[in-house]
């Protein structure tokens, strides 16, 4: 019980240095390259900070643990916006770019409804069966790639005119790279020994994936967000969630749908439908009060919100 506390202590102290570098070298590397903040981190951030998660379902596909799958990037999608964005706001309140509002946001949604969609056969084609096939991981891997190639149209976008320390191409690149691995260690070295610990207490599978492994598995973003909000890099913290949250659906569960066809349970709709509804409360908050805001009350309302479904979760 000790060993494992301790290690994942350890990996904490990973992923805060490993989020230090990411973000030094991800807003250098955008100023070198007159690349927008926001679309380094709906990309580059990202998709890194979104490796445990990857490691994890495709752990889960080749042992079979098709709930903890499922579970883990619902989770962590509901993780990233009730926790992490929430504990990022009641710090300080976090100005969203107009095209993450009215673009990225709901192409977040979009996921989540395809989710939703995807994993009702039994309901919408009165199927055998509620299943994930592989034609639905390719038709989410095709939405993958419309959003890859968004981004690779606002690329050009001028950079924002924050301060920003600057390295070499070189250094930058180096400090990035270090900076994700760093973080992948970290958030492994965590999840194994969460789920140690989960274990002996007894949760099922879909409970760990949906609490332990998601939380852990969305540490790198809580960890990257809560560095780039202390430096001023807003667009880097919004976008390594939005962007987090695309690259968990269309990317992870479409490659983990390939691999291996995962059922879905029916009690998982609760978790889909929860996920969904708080996408879009994102959304309104953006109209509501400052707009193109994420305030500090309304943050203070995600992270009510998420320990109050986690609560409802453990008890169900």
């Not at 990996?11 to 590397?29: D, K, N, Y």
């Not at 079979?64 to 309140?93: E, F």
């Amino acid at each position: 019980m000790i060993i494992p506390l301790l290690l994942i202590f350890a990996g904490l102290a990973l992923l805060i240095l490993g989020a230090e570098f990411l973000v030094r070298g991800s807003a250098s590397l955008a100023k070198k390259m007159g690349i927008s903040s926001i679309v380094i981190g709906l990309t580059v951030v990202a998709f890194g900070t979104s490796a445990p998660e990857l490691f994890v379902n495709l752990f889960s596909a080749y042992k079979g643990t098709t709930d903890l799958a499922i579970g883990n990037i619902v989770g962590s999608n509901m993780a990233n916006i009730l926790l992490i964005l929430g504990v990022g706001a009641t710090m300080t309140a976090i100005k969203v770019k107009k095209g993450t509002t009215y673009k990225e946001i709901p192409f977040a949604l979009l996921a989540m409804a395809l989710v939703a969609v995807f994993g009702n056969d039994l309901f919408l084609d009165h199927s055998s069966a509620n299943i994930l096939t592989r034609t639905d991981g390719i038709a989410l891997i095709g939405f993958f790639l419309i959003f890859l190639y968004y981004t690779y149209g606002i690329s050009k976008a001028t950079g924002d005119e924050q301060k920003v320390q600057t390295y070499s191409i070189a250094t930058s690149l180096l400090m990035v790279g270090g900076g994700l691995i760093t973080l992948v260690l970290g958030g492994k070295i965590i999840v194994e020994n969460a789920i140690i610990l989960a274990t002996l207490a007894g949760m099922s599978e879909a409970l760990i994936g949906l609490t332990i492994v998601a939380v852990g598995t969305s540490l790198p973003e809580f960890a990257t967000t809560i560095v780039a909000l202390r430096k001023g890099q807003n667009d880097i913290a919004m976008g390594n969630i939005v962007g987090s949250n695309i690259f968990n659906v269309f990317w992870i569960l479409g490659v983990t749908a390939i691999i291996k066809p995962l059922p879905f349970d029916t009690a998982a709709n609760i978790d889909v439908l929860f996920t969904t509804i708080i996408t879009f409360l994102l959304f309104i908050f953006m109209f509501i009060g400052k707009k193109h805001t994420l305030q500090r009350w309304q943050g203070v309302c995600f992270v009510l919100l998420y320990v109050g479904y986690i609560s409802y979760a453990v008890l169900r």
